[in-house]
């Protein structure tokens, strides 16, 4: 069979009572924090050096263009800190377990951040590995050059055994959705540091993963975010010679644990989206696509501030799941500003045309209960169905029944047939890494305005797309829940 997208996607679908037995193999557990042994570490200032900017104005003020403009290791460090650094602890059967600034289906983290930097003062120009446990640098490339100025340029990977250990063929979904996560982090952290941030998942794979030293069965670039405004949104890389030499052994460093284990679906699906077959596609209108039919339109109005908001920092470092929903309701304030910040320039300017954005609206000021879907473009939302269906999709969610308090749950929604038409089964990388940036601003955005959320990625497939009334070839990608909890750190 041919890999697809939505081939990819039925293969790793859950059905109720159909879930094969599967126990988790502790003793070969994979690591988290990348291992490079024998290579040097610079360690990071831990300053943050945003002041008390919010989340509001990131999204909402235009932000600079200092692509030219040199940069010190403090402002990078600081750039590092606020997309992803540990931000909590547990004891695991007496081992310390580490929680991040962004969120992870099992908290099994399994992406990391690289950083190809050019005229920053106090760095040489080379390529580094971001380590989180730090935070500190490791030297990969040293003496490359790119643009012969000042740029940096981010390379965003994820490995796949970190994931499928728990999550087998389905994890190549959450790879993808948790390296958006992170991804959208790191975006907002360069907007709030000045820059204007390029995002593209289109590149040539072979020549950044061996670029980046990575052994591609295990470990594999899935995004690129420059700071440079240029048309090419990847880096010019320079010929193969002028690379610098890597790291000896550089490649074992994508090796997690003793024993990992290949799945198929995984590596077949990776492997037939490296076919680059761009656009056009931003005259998809997906909401068309889903078999659904729209009625009353409601325009979602500007919101000129978003109420009692916490300090950018403080937001993404107390950034948590919460699952305590209480049926209070969530005051229309609330729901308009977090239906504005999912409007925000900062995402439109991916590709939001493949995904649709549907809302299980209940308890909330202003609106109805009912399924709805959020144009972005034009800052609409349109009525699908009337009725409070939190209650089912909880029960569908595999029956995770906090899920029925949430006041409302986004829903990521694509008609994957129509998308591997257009894209080809690259396209399922896009759609998915921008459910997963989506998915950490609704996180940042509930942190700031005092709400609870959690992202749900395990749910009986079939039966989601059969309560929302879709086709048979759009497919629920990921859900995140949303609304008032019994209590928030701050607020
Ligand atoms: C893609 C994705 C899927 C997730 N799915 C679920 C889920 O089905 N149920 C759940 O309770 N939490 C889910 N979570 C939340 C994670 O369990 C949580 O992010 C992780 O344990 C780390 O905890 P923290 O978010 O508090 O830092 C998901 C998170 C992501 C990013």
Redesign the pocket.
């Given at each position: 069979m041919k890999f697809s997208s939505l081939y990819y996607h039925n293969l790793t679908s859950y059905k109720r009572r159909g879930i094969s037995p599967h126990f988790l193999d502790w003793e070969n557990q994979p690591r988290i924090f990348k291992r490079y042994d024998g290579v040097d570490t610079i360690d990071l200032p831990r300053k943050v050096a945003v002041g008390d900017l919010t989340l509001f104005q990131i999204l909402k003020e235009r932000p600079g263009d200092l692509s030219n403009t040199q940069q010190t290791l403090d402002i990078l460090s600081s750039i590092l800190l606020l997309t992803c650094t540990i931000?909590?602890q547990a004891m695991h059967s007496g081992t310390p377990f580490y929680?991040?600034?962004?969120?992870?289906?099992?908290?099994l983290y399994p992406f990391e951040l690289y950083l190809l930097a050019e005229g920053v003062h106090g760095l040489a120009s080379g390529l580094y590995h971001y380590a989180i446990d730090g935070p500190a640098l490791h030297p990969l490339r040293q003496g490359i050059s790119v643009s012969q100025t000042h740029s940096l340029n981010f390379f965003l990977s994820t490995i796949f055994f970190r994931s499928s250990w728990k999550y087998r063929d389905r994890a190549y979904?959450?790879c993808l959705?948790?390296t958006g996560?992170l991804l959208e982090n790191l975006v907002l952290s360069l907007r709030g540091h000045g820059f204007s941030p390029q995002v593209t998942y289109d590149f040539d794979d072979s020549l950044i993963n061996s670029f980046l030293g990575f052994d591609p069965d295990r470990e594999v670039c899935l995004s690129v975010c420059c700071t440079d405004n240029k048309p090419d949104l990847c880096p010019a890389l320079p010929s193969q010679e002028k690379w610098g030499t890597l790291p000896q052994r550089a490649m074992e460093a994508s090796v997690v644990s003793v024993r990992e284990v290949k799945y198929d679906a995984i590596a077949t699906m990776h492997e037939a989206s490296s076919v680059l077959k761009p656009g056009p596609y931003q005259g998809i209108k997906m909401d068309e696509l889903l078999g659904v039919s729209e009625e009353s339109l409601v325009e979602i109005p500007q919101v000129p501030a978003w109420p009692d908001e916490l300090p950018y920092p403080q937001v993404v470092f107390s950034?948590?799941?919460?699952?305590n929903f209480v049926p209070r309701t969530m005051s229309q304030h609330h729901f308009d500003s977090i239906l504005d910040g999912l409007c925000s320039d900062s995402l439109l300017t991916g590709y939001p045309w493949l995904t649709s954005i549907g809302l299980l609206v209940t308890n909330t000021e202003g609106y109805g209960s009912g399924f709805y879907l959020l144009d972005r473009r034009s800052r609409k939302l349109a009525l699908v169905k009337e009725g409070n269906f939190q209650g089912e999709m909880a029960r569908i969610?595999?029956d995770?029944a906090?899920l029925a308090n949430a006041a409302l749950h986004v829903l990521f929604i694509s008609n994957l047939k129509v998308l591997d038409e257009v894209m080809g089964p690259r396209g399922y990388r896009h759609t998915m890494l921008e459910a997963?940036r989506a998915?950490?601003l609704l996180?940042l955005t509930a942190t700031s305005l005092g709400l609870g959320c959690?992202?749900?990625?395990?749910?009986y497939d079939q039966e989601a797309a059969h309560l929302l009334g879709l086709n048979d070839n759009s497919k629920l990608l990921?859900?995140v829940a949303l609304g008032p909890v019994k209590s928030v750190k701050g607020h």
């Amino acid at each position: 069979m041919k890999f697809s997208s939505l081939y990819y996607h039925n293969l790793t679908s859950y059905k109720r009572r159909g879930i094969s037995p599967h126990f988790l193999d502790w003793e070969n557990q994979p690591r988290i924090f990348k291992r490079y042994d024998g290579v040097d570490t610079i360690d990071l200032p831990r300053k943050v050096a945003v002041g008390d900017l919010t989340l509001f104005q990131i999204l909402k003020e235009r932000p600079g263009d200092l692509s030219n403009t040199q940069q010190t290791l403090d402002i990078l460090s600081s750039i590092l800190l606020l997309t992803c650094t540990i931000t909590a602890q547990a004891m695991h059967s007496g081992t310390p377990f580490y929680f991040r600034n962004v969120a992870s289906a099992g908290a099994l983290y399994p992406f990391e951040l690289y950083l190809l930097a050019e005229g920053v003062h106090g760095l040489a120009s080379g390529l580094y590995h971001y380590a989180i446990d730090g935070p500190a640098l490791h030297p990969l490339r040293q003496g490359i050059s790119v643009s012969q100025t000042h740029s940096l340029n981010f390379f965003l990977s994820t490995i796949f055994f970190r994931s499928s250990w728990k999550y087998r063929d389905r994890a190549y979904r959450y790879c993808l959705l948790d390296t958006g996560h992170l991804l959208e982090n790191l975006v907002l952290s360069l907007r709030g540091h000045g820059f204007s941030p390029q995002v593209t998942y289109d590149f040539d794979d072979s020549l950044i993963n061996s670029f980046l030293g990575f052994d591609p069965d295990r470990e594999v670039c899935l995004s690129v975010c420059c700071t440079d405004n240029k048309p090419d949104l990847c880096p010019a890389l320079p010929s193969q010679e002028k690379w610098g030499t890597l790291p000896q052994r550089a490649m074992e460093a994508s090796v997690v644990s003793v024993r990992e284990v290949k799945y198929d679906a995984i590596a077949t699906m990776h492997e037939a989206s490296s076919v680059l077959k761009p656009g056009p596609y931003q005259g998809i209108k997906m909401d068309e696509l889903l078999g659904v039919s729209e009625e009353s339109l409601v325009e979602i109005p500007q919101v000129p501030a978003w109420p009692d908001e916490l300090p950018y920092p403080q937001v993404v470092f107390s950034r948590r799941s919460r699952r305590n929903f209480v049926p209070r309701t969530m005051s229309q304030h609330h729901f308009d500003s977090i239906l504005d910040g999912l409007c925000s320039d900062s995402l439109l300017t991916g590709y939001p045309w493949l995904t649709s954005i549907g809302l299980l609206v209940t308890n909330t000021e202003g609106y109805g209960s009912g399924f709805y879907l959020l144009d972005r473009r034009s800052r609409k939302l349109a009525l699908v169905k009337e009725g409070n269906f939190q209650g089912e999709m909880a029960r569908i969610c595999l029956d995770q029944a906090w899920l029925a308090n949430a006041a409302l749950h986004v829903l990521f929604i694509s008609n994957l047939k129509v998308l591997d038409e257009v894209m080809g089964p690259r396209g399922y990388r896009h759609t998915m890494l921008e459910a997963g940036r989506a998915g950490q601003l609704l996180y940042l955005t509930a942190t700031s305005l005092g709400l609870g959320c959690c992202g749900i990625g395990a749910f009986y497939d079939q039966e989601a797309a059969h309560l929302l009334g879709l086709n048979d070839n759009s497919k629920l990608l990921y859900l995140v829940a949303l609304g008032p909890v019994k209590s928030v750190k701050g607020h």
